[in-house]
Each structure stands twice: as C-alpha cells, then as structure tokens.
C-alpha cells in the first residue's frame, strides 16, 4: 500500500489479556517508529527501530511493552497483561531515511482495556 | 514536563480569514519543528516544518514563523477553509545520533466557520 498501514484499528481487551498491534511501514522506510497518543494528549513517543535495530526504546512505559521488527519491514508492538491505563491510540510511523525528519503515521490502533 | 506547549486548546475562525496556531518549546536542543495536522479516526498528517537555521517558511496557504529567541513557532493559514478543521500538533526534535524523534504538543482544535 501507499501508506503506513496498522492492524487491528479497533481492539478491546480485558484486564490482563495479551495484545499484538501489527504496522506495515511504508515500503523502502528504514525508520519505524511507535507513539502512545491517550485522549486529548499529542502523541508520545514509544520506541524506535532503524531497519531490524531496535535503538531507542526509552519510552515503553513499562516492562509489559516489548516492540519487535524482525526483518526490518513489519513490525509489531506486544502489550503484556493490559492495563487499564493502556488505553490509548498506538500510532506507528516510518521515514525513508536515517534521520528522517519528515514521517508518515498510520491510522493508528485504538486500544480499549476493560 | 511538557517541553512543548500549545496553550490554546480550540480556534475558531471564519472562512477567508487568517488562522494563526500558537506553540512555545523550552528544550533549547530542538532544532527541528513540524506541524501535523490530525482528522478524527485517523492518523496525524505532514503538514509544514522548518529547521532551526530559518526563521520562516511558506508551503502555499500555510507559513510557519519561528522564533529562536522566545522559543516560539506559530503556524499561520491564509486563507482557512472550511476543510482546514482539524486538530493541529505542533512537534520539536532534537538531533541524537540516531532519529530524531519527535516531542507534541497537545494540539490546537481549529475550526473554520462559514
């Protein structure tokens, strides 16, 4: 596709149940990035994957997010024993370059913990 | 520590006037600014950037004005249009070796009146 593509959109989970969050970057973006956007706050920053290197994963909130892009291409965000508090938008993005300024999000993922 | 701020949470402005979004930053590392604009249900979209060694640039309609000195941008749309409604995020980075991943603010909720 042409764009960053995120599945599922819309995902409710019980208290304690597992969830996977899959992205489908933009072909030939080697940068792949992931946001937590909760209601009415910009996005924040999650983690971040050049290729299959995943550099920078100082904003996982907690040791229940683990993030994974094995081939370099798709990428997918585990949460662990949900929470509550996780209930969020969870926004993936990708850049053509190593330091892209300029990236692309997707639709992003609702996440609604119950 | 909300390194950027968007202090007005809504806009209202009529069609065919100006529409002037405001952002103030205080990481005096960020060297890098974009806005983003978001429709409901989907993911933020590109808008407009400028790098820290210009003061303004033009994109069409849109112009964002920066402010070194008083850590401040403000984008500006001449003429808004109706289909201008949108939320608006501001976002800063920083250069840290790798990507440069991106701080938001909160947003600015703009609506263009008829």
């Known amino acids: 596709g042409a764009g960053v593509s995120q599945s599922p959109r819309y995902k409710v989970a019980k208290r304690g149940q597992d969830v996977a969050l899959r992205c489908d970057p933009i072909s030939g973006h080697v940068s792949l990035f992931w946001y937590q956007q909760a209601l009415g706050q910009g996005p924040e920053f999650l983690t971040y994957?050049?290729?299959?290197?995943?550099?920078?994963k100082s904003g996982l909130p907690s040791d229940r997010f683990f993030a994974e892009r094995p081939e370099g291409s798709v990428s997918t965000l585990k949460i662990q024993r949900t929470q509550q508090e996780d209930s969020a938008v969870y926004l993936c993005?990708?850049?053509?370059?190593?330091?892209?300024?300029?990236?692309?999000f997707g639709e992003g993922s609702w996440l609604t913990v119950v | 520590d909300q390194q950027v701020k968007q202090n007005s949470p809504s806009l209202s402005v009529q069609e065919g006037r100006i529409s002037i979004l405001n952002c103030d930053y205080t990481n005096s590392m960020f060297d890098y600014f974009l806005w983003y604009k978001k429709y409901p249900a989907e993911g933020p979209t590109f808008l407009i950037s400028i790098s820290s060694i210009k003061d303004k640039n033009e994109d069409g309609r849109f112009t964002v004005f920066l402010n070194k000195s008083a850590k401040h941008l403000s984008l500006h749309i001449v003429p808004s249009q109706p289909g201008d409604s949108a939320v608006y995020f501001c976002a800063a980075s920083a250069k840290t070796g790798t990507a440069s991943k991106l701080t938001f603010g909160t947003g600015t909720r703009l609506q263009v009146t008829l």
């Open positions: 993005a990708s850049s053509f370059s190593f330091s892209g300024n300029t990236i692309y």
């Open positions: 994957f050049q290729n299959e290197a995943q550099l920078d």
